[in-house]
Protein backbone atom coordinates (compact mmCIF):
# COMPACT_ATOMS: atom_id res chain seq x y z
CA UNK A 1 0.00 0.00 0.00
CA UNK A 2 1.15 3.61 -0.79
CA UNK A 3 -0.41 7.06 1.24
CA UNK A 4 -0.14 10.23 -0.71
CA UNK A 5 -0.82 13.55 0.97
CA UNK A 6 -0.82 16.47 -1.19
CA UNK A 7 -0.29 20.36 -0.40
CA UNK A 8 -0.26 23.59 -1.83
CA UNK A 9 -3.43 24.32 -3.64
CA UNK A 10 -5.41 27.78 -3.79
CA UNK A 11 -6.28 30.89 -5.41
CA UNK A 12 -4.11 32.79 -7.35
CA UNK A 13 -4.51 35.91 -9.89
CA UNK A 14 -3.45 34.65 -13.74
CA UNK A 15 -0.31 34.70 -14.34
CA UNK A 16 0.69 33.83 -10.54
CA UNK A 17 2.93 30.82 -9.31
CA UNK A 18 1.51 27.69 -7.19
CA UNK A 19 4.11 24.81 -6.01
CA UNK A 20 1.88 21.64 -5.39
CA UNK A 21 3.73 18.45 -3.25
CA UNK A 22 2.58 15.02 -2.41
CA UNK A 23 4.26 12.61 -0.32
CA UNK A 24 4.18 9.53 -0.47
CA UNK A 25 4.55 6.59 2.45
CA UNK A 26 4.36 3.01 2.60
CA UNK A 27 5.48 0.57 0.30
CA UNK A 28 7.14 3.59 -1.66
CA UNK A 29 10.13 1.41 -2.67
CA UNK A 30 7.65 -0.32 -5.41
CA UNK A 31 6.52 3.10 -6.92
CA UNK A 32 7.71 3.55 -10.82
CA UNK A 33 6.50 6.34 -11.48
CA UNK A 34 4.73 9.73 -9.27
CA UNK A 35 3.28 12.76 -10.98
CA UNK A 36 0.06 14.61 -10.93
CA UNK A 37 -3.22 14.65 -13.12
CA UNK A 38 -5.98 17.16 -12.84
CA UNK A 39 -9.60 17.13 -13.47
CA UNK A 40 -12.03 20.15 -14.09
CA UNK A 41 -15.33 20.13 -13.56
CA UNK A 42 -17.38 17.77 -16.57
CA UNK A 43 -14.32 16.69 -18.10
CA UNK A 44 -12.18 13.82 -17.87
CA UNK A 45 -9.22 13.24 -15.73
CA UNK A 46 -5.89 13.77 -17.46
CA UNK A 47 -2.39 13.74 -17.08
CA UNK A 48 -0.52 16.92 -16.14
CA UNK A 49 3.01 15.61 -15.77
CA UNK A 50 4.99 12.68 -14.37
CA UNK A 51 8.34 11.58 -13.18
CA UNK A 52 9.59 8.05 -13.13
CA UNK A 53 12.23 6.73 -10.62
CA UNK A 54 15.11 7.43 -12.86
CA UNK A 55 14.09 10.79 -13.65
CA UNK A 56 12.73 10.71 -16.90
CA UNK A 57 9.65 13.29 -17.40
CA UNK A 58 6.47 13.50 -19.34
CA UNK A 59 4.59 16.48 -19.43
CA UNK A 60 1.68 17.74 -21.15
CA UNK A 61 1.68 20.03 -23.84
CA UNK A 62 -0.51 22.48 -22.54
CA UNK A 63 1.64 22.73 -19.72
CA UNK A 64 4.97 22.74 -20.73
CA UNK A 65 6.96 25.74 -20.82
CA UNK A 66 5.11 26.73 -17.38
CA UNK A 67 4.77 23.93 -15.31
CA UNK A 68 8.04 21.70 -13.75
CA UNK A 69 7.59 18.42 -12.29
CA UNK A 70 10.16 17.02 -9.61
CA UNK A 71 10.99 14.52 -7.40
CA UNK A 72 13.32 14.09 -3.86
CA UNK A 73 13.92 10.19 -4.16
CA UNK A 74 15.32 10.42 -0.46
CA UNK A 75 11.68 12.00 1.29
CA UNK A 76 9.58 10.49 -1.61
CA UNK A 77 7.95 13.75 -2.15
CA UNK A 78 6.85 14.86 -5.93
CA UNK A 79 6.42 18.80 -7.02
CA UNK A 80 4.48 20.14 -9.63
CA UNK A 81 5.98 23.71 -9.69
CA UNK A 82 3.19 25.95 -11.22
CA UNK A 83 4.02 29.35 -13.35
CA UNK A 84 2.10 31.78 -15.84
CA UNK A 85 -0.66 30.12 -14.36
CA UNK A 86 -3.81 30.53 -16.48
CA UNK A 87 -8.06 30.29 -15.73
CA UNK A 88 -7.92 26.64 -17.75
CA UNK A 89 -5.63 25.47 -15.58
CA UNK A 90 -8.10 25.75 -12.44
CA UNK A 91 -8.90 22.08 -11.59
CA UNK A 92 -8.68 19.51 -9.08
CA UNK A 93 -4.94 18.26 -9.18
CA UNK A 94 -4.41 14.84 -7.82
CA UNK A 95 -0.97 13.16 -6.96
CA UNK A 96 -0.64 9.69 -8.42
CA UNK A 97 1.68 6.96 -7.90
CA UNK A 98 2.17 4.31 -9.98
CA UNK A 99 3.34 0.67 -8.45
CA UNK A 100 4.60 -2.55 -10.43
CA UNK A 101 3.33 -0.61 -13.64
CA UNK A 102 -0.20 -1.92 -12.78
CA UNK A 103 -1.63 -0.51 -9.86
CA UNK A 104 -2.63 3.20 -9.23
CA UNK A 105 -2.52 5.11 -5.80
CA UNK A 106 -3.90 8.48 -5.96
CA UNK A 107 -4.59 11.36 -3.41
CA UNK A 108 -7.77 13.28 -1.80
CA UNK A 109 -7.08 16.19 -4.37
CA UNK A 110 -6.29 19.64 -4.21
CA UNK A 111 -8.16 22.91 -5.39
CA UNK A 112 -6.35 25.11 -7.81
CA UNK A 113 -8.36 28.10 -8.52
CA UNK A 114 -6.75 30.51 -11.13
CA UNK A 115 -9.22 33.76 -11.17
CA UNK A 116 -9.03 36.49 -14.65
Known amino acids: QVQLVESGGGLVQTGGSLRLSCAAS????????MGWYRQAPGKQRELVAV???????NIVDSVKGRFTISRDNTKNIVYLQMNSLKPEDTSVYYCNALVRSVVNYWGQGTQVTVSS
Open 26 to 33: GNTGSIIR
Open 51 to 57: VFSGGTT
